[in-house]
């Protein structure tokens, strides 16, 4: 159950019919190949039938699956009065899709490892990891998760991450003064530009022991996490003492940025809607990631 509320609260959709509800969950192709040169829908597709095997008897019904050359889709229809169709409606409350969900308290409240299995569900359709997902130099890998305009659920999965102690090791909030904080798209004519989704980074070691389901996603995750490990372990290192660290147990060097016209856009949440902010800790802060939540 854990695990499929998590890729529901990740990137599902909930269409409510007067009798029946069903639920669509979108795995994206973020490319075409994997890092190792393999075709992803070809993975994706071999990882159906795990959480085919993991799902379905919770179900009580098929999964559907359809893909494109971007997406793999996974869908189910059950009546509105079925047991688990009743408490995935409770879950969720009244959203309609990954735009408007938030994390459900009682989600909090789950067992460690039924925590880890919600992590990993969302991870699968909202994660990825890759080379080029590094910080400052290689091999300082990280695993992204994309979670588009919706401020409190990339709140909420933080929390829920520090909840199985894992820290977060950077957050690019869709703010304009994270995206655009020269101003350089605005001067250019693109106001805008700042307007796309928010990601969380994670250090790829710190999240292997969550891991994923879908196959070249676990791959990736296992060979990048080895690499950045490697250079700790040649030097009698212990990775944790630098890696397993929250952005509030560290010696922050914030630079200042200029003020962007665009922070008082309604796209940005009231609460700080008009602030300005010189790094996402700031902001993570504002809307509740922080030591004290």
Same mark, same amino acid.
């Given at each position: 159950? +854990? ?9 599902? #959709? ?38 085919? #095997?993991?799902? #379905? ?65 969302? +991870? ?10 590094? +910080? ?66 994670v250090w790829a070691l710190e999240y292997q022991p969550v891991g994923f389901v879908v196959l070249h996603k676990q791959q990736a995750l296992d060979y990048f996490a080895d690499e950045q490990k490697k250079p700790y372990v040649m030097n009698g290192k212990d990775p944790a003492a630098r890696l397993h660290r929250y952005y509030w147990e560290l010696t922050q060097r914030i630079k200042q940025k200029p003020s962007h016209p665009g922070e008082n856009d309604d796209f940005i949440p009231e609460e700080i809607r008009g602030k300005h902010y010189d790094s996402w ?13």
């Amino acid at each position: 159950m +854990a695990y499929l509320l998590g890729m529901i609260t990740g990137n599902g #959709e909930i269409q409510r019919e007067a009798t029946e509800t069903t639920i669509s969950i979108d795995i994206p192709h973020k490319k075409l190949e994997t890092e190792f040169q393999h075709d992803v829908g070809i993975f994706v597709k071999a990882s159906i039938t795990d959480i085919r #095997e993991a799902l #379905e008897p919770l179900l009580g019904t098929s999964l559907n699956f359809t893909q494109s050359a971007n997406i793999s889709l996974l869908s189910f229809r059950k009546p509105n009065e079925d047991y688990l169709m009743r408490e995935i409606l409770r879950y969720v409350g009244g959203a309609t899709s990954s735009d408007n969900v938030r994390i459900s308290p009682e989600v909090f409240d789950f067992t460690f490892d039924e925590r880890k299995q919600f992590v990993k569900g969302f +991870a699968d359709v909202t994660g990825y990891i890759r080379r080029s997902n590094y +910080a400052f130099k290689e091999p300082n890998y990280r695993v992204y998760f994309e979670i588009p305009h919706n401020w409190e659920l990339v709140v909420d999965f933080c929390n829920l991450l520090k909840s199985i102690d894992i820290p977060v090791q950077a957050i690019d909030w869709a703010h304009p003064n994270m995206r655009d904080g020269n101003l350089t798209k605005y001067n250019q004519g693109k106001p805008d530009f700042w307007k796309k989704e928010h990601q969380v980074k994670v250090w790829a070691l710190e999240y292997q022991p969550v891991g994923f389901v879908v196959l070249h996603k676990q791959q990736a995750l296992d060979y990048f996490a080895d690499e950045q490990k490697k250079p700790y372990v040649m030097n009698g290192k212990d990775p944790a003492a630098r890696l397993h660290r929250y952005y509030w147990e560290l010696t922050q060097r914030i630079k200042q940025k200029p003020s962007h016209p665009g922070e008082n856009d309604d796209f940005i949440p009231e609460e700080i809607r008009g602030k300005h902010y010189d790094s996402w800790t700031q902001i993570a802060k504002d809307l509740g990631y922080s030591a004290d939540e």
